[in-house]
């Protein structure tokens, strides 16, 4: 448990507008009865978020109201509704991972556990929310105030949120077991949580994929057995013989068979890049599964069909992290199976936000070090 003493300011990081943002006091908000409110500790910088301050938009989530950026937290609760029951299990003094995303409880998806792809979900520093976890306070439902025991610090209980979302692809969804192989495309921070939650649940082989060096060498560092660099595309050479070539090449690289023992059972896609998305079904074995994660500049891909049919693949998108995934990532966490340690790079004080969204968007901070993962404070 942690000390907390009820302050009445709230100031919050706040996106006006494409590289308009500010430091603002908002109100401290109130609760309903089945939420709890938090004072945020610890907030991590996630691709979205940047992408948000440079371009306003994220696909059909467009900016048009000042909100609050932040999403990836871990805190200590604040203050509990007069519905939270003792069952529960949480009181003021508890540290928390925010599962930043209220679906409606109400629609088909919810109705059926599959409450991440709720049409009605209010996510955190997403329009049309202008509530983000860049703030000292946070509100959310009781139920998503997930408790980190006293081992797991306040900056990994933040990158449980990237870490969910590598549990929901990897094990959710893809279903991956122990002794099977798979391939992760990008060597980002949510390729590295795919690649940790892999060797964590007992992989025999993971490989990262990725055109940066720099990410490969620290993807082998931290959870892959293998790292392969692809070759650039031949002039005139047509995107699916590109596919074709590349996936071949890896395979003599890194002695992968087409089938049997050794052969690739998922492949996750963290990129988007569509000679990624088509190098992965060539890659799969018979009967294999896709996941893709990743979201790029271009939705609009040309698909392999034949080795999608063929084969009999299986193939899945994967959002955001639904039932159970919260609670296996702080697991892994807490069991050691997982270190996030080497994840966060960089640390910020809350009055220098905007030096971390810097660091991020350059992949460089101030001296020149990597970025990985820049951790903010929480307001003092």
Do not use: W
Not at 213 to 224: P, V
Not at 261 to 286: E, F, Y
Not at 328 to 347: F, H, M, N
Request: proline letters at 6%.
């Amino acid at each position: 448990m942690a000390q907390v003493q009820m302050k009445h300011d709230n100031p919050s990081f706040v996106l006006h507008g494409i590289e308009n943002v500010k430091f603002e006091e908002r109100p401290v908000p109130e609760i309903q009865d089945d939420q709890v409110l938090v004072e945020v500790r610890r907030t991590g910088i996630c691709g979205s978020d940047v992408h948000y301050l440079t371009h306003g938009r994220i696909g059909d989530y467009v900016l048009e109201k000042p909100m609050c950026l932040g999403h990836e937290s871990s805190g200590v609760i604040a203050k509990i509704g007069a519905a939270v029951k003792p069952e529960m299990g949480l009181k003021v003094g508890d540290r928390v991972a925010l599962e930043p995303g209220r679906s409606c409880r109400k629609c088909p998806e919810c109705k059926k556990g599959k409450y991440e792809l709720c049409q009605f979900m209010d996510f955190a520093a997403t329009p049309p929310s202008i509530y983000g976890t860049l703030a000292r306070y946070y509100a959310l439902p009781a139920d998503l105030a997930h408790p980190i025991p006293d081992s797991v610090t306040f900056e990994d209980g933040a990158m449980v949120e990237p870490l969910s979302v590598g549990v929901h692809s990897v094990s959710t969804l893809g279903q991956l077991k122990s002794n099977e192989i798979v391939v992760i495309f990008g060597a980002g921070p949510v390729g590295l949580m795919c690649m940790a939650v892999a060797r964590a649940l007992g992989s025999r082989k993971v490989i990262a994929v990725d055109i940066n060096d720099d990410r490969l060498k620290f993807a082998k560092s931290y959870a892959a057995t293998d790292v392969y660099k692809p070759g650039k595309k031949n002039e005139g050479e047509s995107d699916d013989d590109y596919s074709v070539r590349a996936a071949k090449e890896l395979r003599e690289a890194l002695g992968v068979p087409q089938l049997g023992r050794g052969s690739i059972d998922l492949a996750v896609d963290c990129t988007g890049a569509p000679s990624c998305i088509q190098m992965s079904l060539h890659l799969l074995k018979p009967a294999g599964t896709f996941v893709g994660v990743g979201m790029g500049h271009n939705m609009n891909i040309n698909v392999p069909f034949f080795p999608l049919i063929n084969k009999q693949l299986k193939m899945i998108g994967s959002f955001r992290y639904g039932t159970g995934d919260y609670e296996l990532a702080i697991s892994l966490v807490e069991r050691g199976l997982v270190d996030l340690k080497p994840i966060k790079t960089q640390q910020y004080e809350f009055d220098h936000a905007m030096e971390a969204f810097e660091a991020t968007k350059k992949g460089k901070d101030a001296n020149g070090k990597t970025v990985i993962k820049c951790i903010i404070n929480g307001p003092k």
